[in-house]
């Protein structure tokens, strides 16, 4: 997606040095073993190479480091959160009722562990006809909006099912890059943004 492969660098203190496009430093598991071979690990395998890609890496300086978690709440999601400090979470469904089952755990997971969570996005919220513009909503409609509202959760906002997100993620230039101005790219700002005011706002005290 983001037009990035091959394996990292080390500098002269052994520390990798993440793969950069767009002003985005990165790093994946995926740069480190052969793309055709599943990652098979758990437990003390995924806590070491979590370890790895937090602390063995040149990331500073940041403005922000996100973390992309797999679904679900097993090892990754709860090695990271005893791990680092984590300033915020935000649970990503789509608004059909079987995905948000895990969505639902997300939220129960992140709360327990004391990590906010700073919103919910409805992802792929709706259909859009590249030729006519008519929306349909394939996976029901406002499913990860009433959770959010029933959980008590901020809707940080919706991304629509479109082939334009979905050409250019796989071309390695994503919309906001290739299309900044149109209706899809804005859906990310407009999430992105909420995001930050999210963070923005004083943490309650202990």
């Known amino acids: 997606m983001m037009n990035l492969s091959g394996e990292p660098r080390t500098d002269e203190k052994g520390l990798m040095v993440p793969l950069q496009n767009y002003g985005v430093r ?53 090695s990271i959160s005893q791990q680092v400090p984590i300033d915020g979470a935000v649970i990503v469904s789509t608004p059909q009722d079987i995905a948000l089952i895990d969505a639902r755990k997300g939220v129960d997971m992140f709360q327990k562990v004391k990590v906010p969570v700073l919103g919910l996005v409805q992802n792929m ?9 008519h929306q349909t909503h394939i996976f029901g409609k406002d499913g990860a909006l009433k959770m959010a509202e029933e959980l008590g959760v901020t809707h940080l ?11 250019t993620s796989d071309a390695g230039k994503p919309i906001v890059v290739s299309s900044p101005t149109s209706p899809e790219a804005e859906a990310y700002r407009s999430v992105a943004r909420k995001v930050l005011e999210a963070l923005s706002r004083p943490k309650p005290s202990a």
């Open 125 to 133: 919220s709706v259909f859009c006809c590249p030729n006519c513009s």
């Open 26 to 78: 990165c790093m994946s598991m995926g740069f480190l073993v052969d793309e055709k071979s599943a990652v098979v690990w758990r437990g003390l395998m995924v806590m070491s190479a979590i370890n790895d890609l937090l602390r063995k890496v040149k990331w500073a300086p940041l403005d922000f480091l996100v973390v992309d978690m797999p679904p679900g709440t097993g090892d990754t999601q709860l």
């Open 157 to 167: 906002g919706d991304i629509p099912l479109h082939v334009s997100i979905r050409e």
